[in-house]
C-alpha cells in the first residue's frame, strides 16, 4: 500500500535522525508517566478478571480499537498472524492472548498501557501499522476494562516473530524512536468545555479508538498524519478512504449525523454501503457501537469544517460518445445499480448523490469494476450483496468512460477517470486483461 | 451402455440421489468473500487460433460452405452462413462432446422393427463427427457421379436443385447415407451456427441477431416493458465482450 511506502521512506529517514540523538526532544514524546496508573507487579498470564462489569466495558473498549481486526486470524481469536506486506518486507501481527511464553503473559497491566498508548512493547518499539498514537487518547478507565476483558481471554501458544520479515534497516525496531520523536503527540485526550459531551465522545472515538485518522487522513512524506488535512480523505494504495468533513460535493455534507449512524451500525445510510476495508471496519467495529456512541460520531463528524475540494467540471454525458457509454451502463449496470443511479437501498450502493464515490481520486470505483466489491455482513444487513468483476470483460477506456459517465450523471459532477489510472491498478491488482473474442 | 441398463440408472440415481449427497459438490457456509474473477469461472470462447480441428481436408470445409451458403446466403439482411462463422462453430462442436455424441444413445435398437413407431423419429448408431465425415464423402461423390464436377464447383441453381432433392427424400446418396436425414443435421447445424452466442464461434459480430432483431443476453427488460408496438432497435449483448 502507499501509505507503506511513504512509512517505510520515512523510517530511513528517520534512522538517521535517531542516530544523531536528539534526547531532550526523545524525553516527551518516550515519556510513560501516563503509565504510572497502572499496576506493575501482577502479569496478565497470573490475572483473570472476575469483574463481570469491567470485562463487559473493556470488549467494547476493544470493538471500538478493533483490535481484532489485526490480531485475530485462523490461529486463534487474539493470536496473531495477519501478515502486512510492505515494500520493505513483512510485518506480523501479534499474539495478544495471554499465553506467557509465546503472548503478552508475562506483561503487567503497566507494561500494557505502554504498549496500547505509547507504542513501547515488550520486544521494543511498536510499528506504526499499531495506531498506537490513536490509542493514545484512551482512557484510564477504558484502559482498565480493556486489561479486564485481556484477562479472560484464552491462551494460545502460538510464537510469532513480528519484524524477521522485515528488511534491514527496518527490523531495527529502534528507528522507531525517532518516528515517535517527529509524529507522537504524548498526550491523553483533552474535552473540550466548550463543546456538548457527544460531541466530546464523538471525537474521542474518532481520534481514540476508532483510529479513523489512520485511513482517512492524507499522510507525509514521512508516513505520518497530515494535521491540515485530517479526515479530508487518504489514499490507500488500492482503496481510497474518503473525505468526511462537511463537504458537499465530496464529503458528509449532505448526511445527517443520523445517516452516519446508520451507515456505521448497518454498513448502509441508505445510499452507500461499505465494502472494502470499510466493510471489514464495519464487522469487526462499528456495527458493535451503541446507538449513542454512533451518533456521537456522526455528530463530531458533522462538525468539521468542510475541505476546500471543489467539484471537477461537468463532464457532458448528451454527446454521441457518452450515449454508448450509457448503454453499456444500462446492459451491465443498470440491473442493480438502477437506470436513475438510485442503488437498492442498503444492499448496492446508489451512485446519484452518493458523494463519497465523486472524489476527484475515483480508486474505490476502479477498484470495484476490476475485482468486484462486497458490501460489509452485519446484524442489521445480511445479505452482503456482492458486485462482480469487470476487468475481463472491459478494457482500461472503457472501465474509464463508464465511471466517468456515472460520476457525471443524475445531477453528479466530478472529474472524469483517466485510462491510465485504471490500467495501473489493473496491474497493481494482478486483475485480468480484457479477454480475447474470436 | 444398453438402454435398459442406461433406464436402471436413472432409477437407481433417483433413489440415492435423496441419500446421499454428491461427493464432487462444494459447501458454502455464510457468503462467499471473493468477488474477483478467476480464471475457471470465465467464459470460453470457441477460439479458432488453432485452426480447424474436425474439418482439417480443404475439400470438406468448401462443401460445407457450399451447402450452408444456400441456406442462409449473404443478402441485404445479413451475412451468409460462413461469413457469420457457422464453419468454425460447427468445427468447435463437432471438436468436442456434442461431435462425440456425448448426450446420445449410440447402441442399436432392441427391436429394430419397431423402433420408428416408437421413437417417432430416425435413430443413430454414429456420432455426429461420424455423419458429417460420411455426409460431406457422399455428397462429394453423388456430384462426381452425376455432374463429373466437386461439389462445391457447382452453379447455386444445381446445388439448391440437390438439397430440394435430399430434403423432400427423392436423391438417395451414396454408402448408405440417408440423405434427407443428413440435409436436417446441417441445416439444424446452420441455424445453430448462426443464432447461437457468439461465445461458441458463430454468430459474427451478432449479425444473426441483428438479422432478427433479437438483443441477446440482456439482463433487465424493465425500461421497455410500456414501449409497446414500436421497434425498439435493441444493440444486442452477448455473453462474451462484443464490442
Known amino acids: 500500500m502507499a501509505n ?56 467494547y473498549v476493544m ?31 501479534s499474539n495478544i492472548t495471554p499465553d506467557a511464553g509465546t503472548g503478552i503473559g508475562s506483561m503487567t497491566e503497566r507494561d500494557f498501557f505502554n504498549a496500547v498508548r505509547q507504542g513501547i512493547g515488550q520486544h521494543g518499539m511498536l510499528y506504526p501499522a ?24 484464552t491462551p494460545v501458544k502460538h510464537d510469532i516473530d513480528e519484524n524477521a520479515g522485515m528488511k534491514f534497516p527496518y527490523n531495527i525496531r529502534l528507528a522507531m524512536a525517532g518516528w515517535d520523536m517527529l509524529f507522537f503527540d504524548n498526550s491523553g485526550f483533552r474535552v473540550d468545555g466548550s463543546k456538548d459531551d457527544a460531541w466530546n465522545r464523538g471525537k474521542y472515538i474518532v481520534d481514540g479508538g476508532g483510529h479513523c485518522a489512520a485511513c482517512h487522513s492524507p499522510r507525509n512524506m514521512l508516513g505520518a498524519e497530515m494535521g491540515s488535512a485530517y479526515l479530508q480523505g487518504g489514499n490507500l494504495g488500492e482503496w481510497f478512504a474518503p473525505d468526511l468533513t462537511s463537504n458537499p460535493h465530496a464529503g458528509l455534507g449532505t448526511a445527517s449525523a443520523q445517516d452516519i449512524a446508520n451507515y456505521l451500525q448497518t454498513g448502509s445510510d441508505g445510499v452507500a454501503v461499505a465494502a472494502g476495508p470499510m466493510a471489514e471496519a464495519v464487522e469487526h467495529s462499528t456495527q458493535y457501537f451503541s446507538k449513542a456512541d454512533a451518533l456521537a460520531v456522526g455528530t463530531y463528524l458533522k462538525s468539521l469544517p468542510a475541505s476546500a475540494t471543489q467539484p471537477g467540471p461537468v463532464q457532458p ?40 464515490l465523486l472524489s476527484s481520486d475515483a480508486t474505490n470505483m476502479i477498484h470495484a469494476m476490476l475485482q468486484g466489491a462486497r458490501a460489509a455482513h452485519t446484524h442489521d444487513r445480511q445479505t452482503a450483496a456482492g458486485m462482480p468483476a469487470f476487468d475481463w470483460k472491459m478494457d482500461d477506456r472503457q472501465i474509464a468512460d463508464l465511471l466517468t459517465f456515472v460520476r457525471n450523471s443524475w445531477g453528479n459532477t466530478a472529474t472524469p477517470v483517466a485510462a491510465s489510472d485504471v490500467g495501473r491498478l489493473r496491474e497493481f491488482l494482478k486483475a485480468s486483461k480484457k479477454m480475447a473474442t474470436p | 451402455m444398453k438402454r435398459r441398463d442406461l433406464l436402471r440408472s436413472f432409477g437407481a440415481a433417483m433413489t440415492t440421489s435423496a441419500l446421499v449427497s454428491p461427493a464432487a459438490a462444494a459447501e458454502l457456509k ?8 478467476s480464471a475457471d469461472h470465465l467464459p470460453r470462447p470457441a477460439m479458432k487460433g488453432g485452426g480447424f480441428q474436425v474439418f482439417t481436408q480443404e475439400n470438406d470445409r468448401k462443401i460445407l460452405a457450399a451447402v450452408f ?51 417417432g423419429s430416425p435413430q443413430f448408431t454414429q456420432t455426429p463427427r461420424q455423419r458429417y465425415e460420411d455426409g460431406l464423402k457422399a455428397l462429394e461423390a ?102
Request: glycine share 12%; with cysteine.
Open chain 1, 4 to 59: 507503506w511506502k511513504k512509512i517505510g521512506a520515512g523510517i530511513a529517514v528517520i534512522a538517521v535522525v535517531a542516530a544523531i540523538g536528539a534526547g531532550g526532544w526523545a524525553w516527551h514524546s518516550l515519556n510513560t508517566v501516563a503509565s504510572n496508573v497502572a499496576d506493575d507487579t501482577t502479569r496478565l498470564a497470573d490475572f483473570k478478571s472476575t469483574d463481570q462489569a469491567a470485562i463487559e466495558r473493556g470488549e
Open chain 1, 63 to 93: 470493538r471500538l480499537g478493533d483490535c481484532s481486526a489485526c490480531h485475530t486470524r485462523e490461529n486463534g481469536k487474539f493470536a496473531g498472524g495477519y501478515e502486512i506486506g510492505t515494500p520493505f518486507g513483512t510485518l506480523v501481527s
Open chain 1, 130 to 153: 499499531m495506531p498506537f498514537t490513536a490509542y493514545r487518547k484512551f482512557s484510564d478507565q477504558d484502559m482498565h476494562d480493556l486489561w479486564a476483558y485481556m484477562s479472560t481471554v
Open chain 1, 317 to 356: 454525458v448528451d454527446t454521441p460518445a457518452m450515449q454508448k457509454v450509457a448503454l453499456a451502463y444500462e446492459v451491465n449496470c443498470s440491473a442493480c445499480h438502477g437506470l436513475g443511479g438510485e442503488g437498492i437501498e442498503g444492499m448496492v450502493p446508489a451512485f446519484k448523490a452518493n458523494h463519497g
Open chain 2, 30 to 37: 455464510g457468503f462467499p468473500e471473493q468477488t474477483a474473477m
Open chain 2, 69 to 119: 451458403d444456400r441456406l442462409i446466403p449473404s443478402d441485404k439482411f445479413g451475412p451468409s452462413a460462413s461469413e457469420a462463422g457457422c464453419l468454425e462453430f460447427l468445427d468447435d462442436q463437432l471438436a468436442g462432446r456434442y461431435g462425440e455424441g456425448r448426450a446420445l444413445y449410440l447402441e442399436g435398437p432392441v427391436r429394430p422393427e419397431n423402433e420408428e413407431a416408437i421413437m
Open chain 2, 142 to 243: 453423388y456430384a462426381k457421379a452425376t455432374d463429373g464436377v466437386a461439389f462445391h464447383a457447382l452453379s447455386p441453381g444445381r446445388i439448391d436443385e440437390i438439397l430440394s432433392g435430399l430434403e423432400e427424400g427423392k436423391i438417395e446418396l451414396p454408402n448408405g447415407v440417408k440423405g434427407k436425414w443428413f440435409f436436417e443435421l446441417m441445416l439444424q447445424n446452420a441455424r445453430e451456427g448462426y443464432l447461437a452466442d457468439p461465445l461458441y464461434g458463430g454468430n459474427r459480430d451478432m449479425a444473426g441477431w441483428k438479422m432478427i432483431g433479437f438483443p441477446g443476453a440482456r439482463y433487465d427488460y424493465r425500461p421497455y416493458i410500456e414501449r409497446q408496438g414500436e421497434n425498439l432497435k435493441l444493440e444486442p449483448v452477448s455473453l462474451i465482450p462484443k464490442d
